[in-house]
């Protein structure tokens, strides 16, 4: 019975993808689900592909929002996590071990903390409430910043601990300064490091207490994909967070694909 | 002769146990000079703190008359080049790999041209400058990491066992490579090697380090094995030699060549060791013969011109090699 329901809700997807894209494409939800119990989830599922299929202009404002939020801090992040972490993996100091522990730490820190505290540093009354970051997208990208650089900032510290030891010693043998010590780690050990900033983007893109309590939730502006799913189901419109779920996982898969074909290659 | 490095009381330590003890050594400038011994008898370690990678953690460094500091390190590293017994290849093909060590020291495009036609035509490896770094065998990945090195132009070539795991060929080219980087260019040269013979052919100076300690002789005659409590012997595994004192800790020995006395007939002596054996090579100098004797163990001997005269010695000819108890170090 199930397999049926599945099969024809294929059928429905490959038929709407040879239709005029002018037109809206409405799945026959009723035909294909007969009780309403048993076809509420694959019913919303329908109706969040037509949403999607349908390019619905509120859904994309979201997405494109999550998005824009993510691969900022991604890339800051980035910009700042991988030389610091091949910085820290290379050197011997005083307190390493302590940082490593603290990183340790922050690898899992609760995003609605991050969120909580900055809320305290950012409203009005707080430390830097002058600036009016509250409820902007950069408080957003600072709070995915300090969430992700630690995932970042510690993959990659394993990636080059975990990189072949006579590499450190080649560089050091032909007179590499820092800069140039980093700049070969992250051609050599690329793949490890890509590794790290996917885990970091899938932390990023994936959160929700940092975009509800920095962010505000303000559609059209500060609305991303987790914080709508959360809303939109609370609200009952549950093919719209649904959709948002099936981009989300879109996304993912994606990417990781995209990160598959570039260590194949 | 002038001298290039200088060490004094150089102690290196691995986990709080002292691996290299008080090392007091002299290299000579434009000289080949060869350190033999065992696996795990420091060899690495000091090629480490010559190619100035590891700082000792006591003793002092000359380089050029130029005490070594932390502060001054970098400024040493670039007269030395040091290829490593595994040398690791960066991604991407042969010539990256030879260019990167000119980028690295802001050499531009067109002199990293020139200087890596004339490295890739000494070391006669063109054929493989597109080949990626990772395609390559043993060997030519050796020849790869020493042309990254040479194109630097380094005072110093400092390899670690270079010859280990090369066919016949390779080890013969090899040979001849460093004896013209030595005589052409005036390059000091520094290698390790476990073959003795390979040392003799190659260096003007020859170094023996036996756990952690430098010895100034060259131990052709070195065993390894444990002293055998029940038989009161020196267990080599293929030999058993008898020593003048029962030492439980005894790791090695070391017999020297010229107190080895050959006969033809069993000798009637108070010598405790005494084998028959077979001789397996002969080679002769001004002063003296070196014979290669097959006696379980390959061990060296050498006698005077006049010696083998009246022995009348020859290839293949068993023989009798007695040495005293007392002529044999312990380790």
Redesign the interface.
Known sequence: MEINKILKIIVFLLLSFNSNAEEEIIFPVATVFESTSDGFFFGALISSFNLIFNFDAALFNVVITSLKVSFSAVFISSFIAVPLGIIVALNKFIGKNILMICLNTLMALPTVVIGLIMYGVLNRQGLLGDIDLLYTQTAIVIGLCILIIPVILNLTISAVYSSDPRLAERCTLLGATQIQKILIYINEVRFALMTGIVTGYGRAIGEVGIAMMVGGNIEGYTRTMTTAIALETSKGSFEFALSLGVMLLFIALLINILLHYFQQK | MKNLYKLKNIVFNYDNNSFINDLNLEIFRSEITSFVGPNGSGKTTLLNIL?F?NFPHSGSIFFNNIELKKNNI?IF??KV??V?Q???L??GTVYKNIE??LK??NVNFEKRVCKIEKVLSLLKIEHLINRLANSLSTGEARKVALA??TV?DPDVLIMDEPFSNLDKNSVIELEELIIFLNKEFNKTVIFTTHDQIQAQKLASSIFSLIKGRLFSNDFVNLFKGKFNESIGKFDTGKQLISIYKSTKNAEYVAIDPKQIVLSVEKLDSSMQNSFHGRILGISENDFNIKLNIDIGENIQAIITHQAFNELKLSLNMNVWVSFKSTSIMIF
């Open positions: 190619s990678l970098k590293r670039n080049g040091y490593q595994n040398p690791y960066f991604r990167i060590g690295l020291n990254q090195i630097l």
